[in-house]
């Protein structure tokens, strides 16, 4: 199958999201929990995660969130606050903040304490597809792709998917960070 662009693929794998029923999400949702769940976290302080839009049937973050604040209390999560006036987002350490849906349905905080790129250890990242190299699809504004241009070269980068790797997206150029993993409910895939 020849490659596809990523226009293309934005709208072909939001609509098969959009169409897996109640309780195929939730079983996907495990299953990404229970491969996170095996990533060592030995060197990781600040872990960095997007909250879930729930209206886009995105990967459940709150799952993962949930089950490091249990298991994990030491990591201090960082969540996004987006400006759609810059494309350019902060991060914001989770803890007793407050958050509200903002543009988008996208749930951000309020307030609280921003946190440095510079230390986040490790960024659990959106995606609506991904191939084998690790080039994701997101939604097309390129938050992501600046937030990970500006992290450390060491930075774990994963992506959470309900579907596997594609072979090749057709389109990636220079600003495309790709990931080093990405979880899927088959695994954990690494990319070279």
């Known amino acids: 199958m020849a490659a596809l662009e990523k226009h293309i ?56 969130i949930d089950w490091l604040k249990e298991n994990l209390p030491e990591i201090r999560i960082v969540v996004p606050k987006s400006d759609f006036n810059t494309n350019i987002m902060s991060h914001y350490a989770l803890g007793e903040i407050e958050l509200r ?3 988008f349905g996208i749930p951000e905080p309020v307030s609280g304490e921003e946190v440095a790129i510079k230390s986040i250890d490790m960024a659990i990242v959106p995606l ?34 309900f579907f596997d790797p594609l072979e090749e997206i057709a389109d990636t150029g220079l600003q495309d960070v790709p990931l080093k993993k990405c979880i899927t409910p088959s695994g954990i895939i690494e990319f070279a």
Not at 26 to 50: M, P, T
Not at 134 to 155: K, T
């Open 128 to 161: 609506l597809a991904v191939d084998k190299r690790g080039h994701r699809v997101g939604y097309g504004r390129g938050f992501y792709d600046r937030f990970l241009i500006e992290c450390r070269p060491d930075v774990q980068t994963i992506g959470v998917s």
């Open 101 to 103: 849906v903002g543009r």
């Open 9 to 64: 693929l934005r709208k072909e794998y939001l609509e098969k999201r959009l169409n897996l029923p109640a309780n195929e999400l939730s079983k996907r949702n495990e299953a990404i929990l229970k491969h996170f769940c095996r990533i060592d976290f030995r060197e990781v302080r600040y872990l960095h995660s997007y909250l879930p839009i729930r209206e886009k049937n995105e990967v459940d973050t709150m799952l993962l």
